[in-house]
């Protein structure tokens, strides 16, 4: 059966956005007396939400008010977004070459950044529809925004791939039924996406990829 339907997610797939994040981070934070923290730091905890993000760094200090920071997060990546996010390598080439497919995006970053992001990059034209964070009631490792993704554009769950880079993708996927396509040139290390159907190291190689899963008949 072929594959109709190609699912992105954003940061750490079709986009380097850590420094900027970091950058972000730090701000929202430097008021408070933490950090600076390091890229490494930060994109060990990215995927989730910033929010879940912001939690996991201040969980120690409860007199911290997570919606202050998070505001003062917001403020400043807004008007930072891309002064450092770019796409990987080849991103564009790409989604030039699958123009013949139905495209998504899915992301843990707020819908109205994401839409930002790639629009900023000359990107968002390629998709036809984006989905963040605040998209649907329940966010990736649910299937619930995948399943939307899928009811939107009328296309079955055996017709389509999810391409991430974090078990969270996979995950998603899975639950969903669709196939799971992780790189490994993101922000998680290759032993963290081993339940992947599939797993490359370069987004050029989806194309062929693509091709050859049509013609098993997956």
Do not use: W
Not at 107 to 127: A, D, P, V
Not at 147 to 154: A, G, R
Not at 168 to 173: F, N, Q, R, T
């Amino acid at each position: 059966m072929a594959i109709k339907l190609i699912i992105f997610d954003l940061d750490g797939t079709l986009v380097d956005s850590r420094i900027d994040i970091t950058n972000a981070i730090n701000y929202a934070l430097k008021d408070y007396g933490l950090g600076p923290y390091t890229v490494e730091e930060i994109t060990s905890l990215v995927g989730r939400g910033i929010t879940r993000l912001i939690e996991d760094l201040i969980r120690p200090y409860p007199e911290i008010p997570v919606n202050n920071v998070i505001e003062r997060f917001l403020h400043h990546y807004e008007r930072h977004l891309l002064d450092n996010t770019g796409p990987y390598p080849s991103v564009k080439e790409v989604l030039e070459e699958l123009r013949e497919y139905k495209k998504a995006v899915i992301s843990n970053k707020r819908q109205y950044l994401s839409k930002k992001t790639l629009e900023g990059l000359g990107l968002l034209k390629y998709f036809d529809i984006v989905l963040g964070s605040d998209s649907t009631p329940q966010k990736k490792p649910s299937p619930v925004p995948v399943l939307m993704v899928l009811e939107k554009l009328n296309i079955p769950a055996s017709q389509a791939v999810i391409v991430g880079d974090s078990d969270l993708d996979i995950k998603a996927g899975r639950a969903a039924g669709v196939i799971t396509v992780a790189v490994s040139y993101g922000y998680r290390p290759r032993q963290m996406l081993s339940e992947a159907d599939c797993i490359i190291d370069d987004i050029k190689e989806l194309p062929p990829l693509l091709k050859k899963l049509t013609e098993r008949g997956v």
